[in-house]
């Protein structure tokens, strides 16, 4: 049973590109968050969906940065016109259930705003 | 407002020695408390968590964490380490019920570097 995969791994960016972070959960998890690691920093979270539905956006910064989690396919966390301040890493965060069941990380997209 | 706060953020230590990492919260409504290890260019892997019961919680890797409601803490212990359990800890809590949606709040990490 393969883990939360995230790629790419690695993104580079210039001021002003998209980035697209993708995030496949675990088999048969239906939760995913996303949580955000500036330098020196812990993990925040920043938004929870479920497939096809925005659960809560509020650790979300209001512009530039939009989520989704289709019905087929990994969930896509997008991030319009990069700035340097977006260079962080990234993690992906899967649950089967609601409740208290544990979510499993992936191993981040580390992205760089050059 | 509701956080956690990671007293050290550096802790160096000699190998086969006991280490203490320490974590407080700070939650107006009950809380699960979690442990969680990053090794370098990973993602997090749960070492233990506290959702009721006792108190003294044991995780894997031979890590334990104690819950003090009273001084709303949760220490995490391991009585002799590894140069394997270099790595940076994250203490963390959602909170038991409501609307919070399961989303987890962290501390900001305490670097755990073993020496020979």
């Known amino acids: 049973n393969a883990g939360v995969m995230q790629n790419p791994r690695h993104l580079v960016r210039r001021r002003g590109q998209e980035a697209r972070l993708r995030c496949s959960p675990m088999k048969g998890h239906s939760h995913v968050y996303w949580y955000r690691q500036l330098p020196e920093e812990g993990l925040k979270f920043m938004v929870y969906l479920q497939k096809e539905n925005i659960i809560d956006e509020s650790g979300m910064p209001k512009e530039r940065f939009s989520a989704e989690f289709p019905k087929e396919g990994p969930s896509i966390l997008r991030i319009q016109q990069v700035v340097r301040g977006d260079s962080a890493a990234y993690f992906c965060?899967?649950?089967?259930?609601?409740?208290?069941?544990?979510?499993?990380f992936g191993p981040g997209t580390r992205l760089t705003v050059l | 407002a509701q956080s956690v706060t990671q007293l050290d953020s550096q802790v160096p230590v000699f190998e086969e020695a006991p280490v203490e990492l320490r974590c407080n919260y700070s939650s107006s409504v009950s809380v699960y408390l979690f442990w969680y290890v990053q090794y370098p260019n990973q993602g997090l892997q749960l070492l233990l968590k506290?959702?009721?019961?006792?108190?003294l919680v044991k995780g894997i890797n031979g890590f334990e964490a104690e819950f003090n409601k009273s001084q709303t803490s949760f220490h995490l212990r391991k009585p002799s380490v590894h140069i394997s359990d270099t790595a940076e800890y994250f203490c963390?809590?959602?909170?038991?019920?409501?609307?919070?949606?399961?989303?987890?709040?962290f501390g900001q990490g305490t670097i755990l570097t073993v020496h020979p």
């Open positions: 506290y959702l009721s019961g006792s108190t």
């Open positions: 963390a809590f959602k909170r038991a019920g409501g609307t919070s949606y399961g989303k987890l709040t």
């Open positions: 965060a899967s649950r089967r259930t609601s409740g208290i069941d544990e979510q499993f």
